[in-house]
């Protein structure tokens, strides 16, 4: 490809590298050359309009043609916004984020599913540098079945030494935020983009997993999903959302809005160890509401709550 076009290239790096975290299989975007103006049009410029064509010729419009329904990145329905030109590159993008293909499993299907995923190919998983540093990798429990699956960063010491995931402070938090919807552990399905601990080892410090860390992990996650097929996905903080909604806005900008990934409806809210941090009445309200907003999604009633949220 001509390098004279960074942004071109940009484009099918950003296309391979989806297809490297195992999301569907994309084609190859090849970019036609322009067509060069032939001598003709270069020797003869093109007059001025004339006033009395400026006055009469039509103005174009921007808008999109009635009846036309706007959609974001996901193909998700989107609030009006001032349009824009669409220009030829953007016209050839093929549809990456393709629903979930396949039969939906039986809830003993699936037991049996995860159960295998976990002991054939996480449990002895070494694609990343993770491995030489852990004490168990921490799959993901809960119902096979569920409506709801929380998906947060990485396992942390806790974690890593029970093998279960949020099982420290932040996981006491968010065991109160499901308990706030009307439900348990049980009823929940919760794991993390990465299986393994990610931390420094000199001060035993937890930190955010790589890039490279999170595309040698994630293939486990897509075929959760794929096996469990929730209805809502709640990310939990920074890295699970910019993972899932492939975005570098910031959190304040994502959580409290309705994205989608592969059919799914993904709702992000702040991590609880972020709401521990700032533990605010601001920020328990803004996860509630958040909270509130996935119950009345699957037509759950929303428990009646007394004061400042917890």
Request: glycine share 6%.
């Amino acid at each position: 490809m001509d390098g004279s076009d960074p942004l071109k290239h940009r484009l099918n790096l950003w296309l391979k590298s989806e297809q490297a975290m195992g999301l569907p299989s994309v084609p190859r975007i090849e970019f036609a050359p322009p067509n060069p103006p032939t001598e003709s049009a270069r020797a003869k410029p093109t007059p001025p309009a004339t006033p009395s064509q400026r006055q009469t010729a039509p103005a174009k419009s921007e808008s999109p043609p009635q009846g036309q329904r706007q959609t974001d990145w996901f193909g998700a329905p989107s609030a009006p916004a001032p349009a824009r030109a669409s220009t030829s590159a953007n016209a050839a993008l093929p549809v990456l984020d393709t629903p979930i293909a396949g039969p939906v499993l039986s809830r003993d299907e699936k037991l049996s599913a995860l159960a295998a995923l976990d002991r054939d190919e996480v449990k002895g998983c070494v694609k990343c540098g993770l491995h030489r540093t852990r004490d168990k990798t921490v799959f993901g429990e809960g119902n096979p079945d569920a409506q709801i699956c929380f998906i947060g960063e990485g396992p942390g010491m806790n974690e890593d030494a029970s093998g279960r995931p949020f099982v420290g402070r932040a996981g006491q938090k968010l065991d109160d935020m499901i308990r706030g919807m009307g439900m348990t552990r049980e009823d929940v399905y919760i794991c993390n983009i990465v299986k393994c601990r990610a931390f420094m080892p000199d001060i035993n410090k937890d930190r955010p997993p790589s890039e490279e860390e999170t595309a040698a992990c994630t293939p486990y996650l897509l075929k959760q999903m794929e096996i469990i097929r929730p209805k809502v996905i709640v990310t939990l903080g920074l890295p699970s959302t910019r993972y899932l909604l492939k975005s570098k806005d910031s959190m304040t900008r994502m959580r409290g809005n309705w994205h989608a990934w592969r059919g799914i409806k993904v709702m992000p809210t702040w991590h609880p160890a972020y709401v521990l941090r700032n533990y605010t009445e601001q920020t328990r309200r803004e996860v509630w509401d958040d909270l509130k907003k996935v119950l009345v999604e699957l037509a759950l009633p929303i428990p009646k709550r007394s004061g400042k949220q917890d």
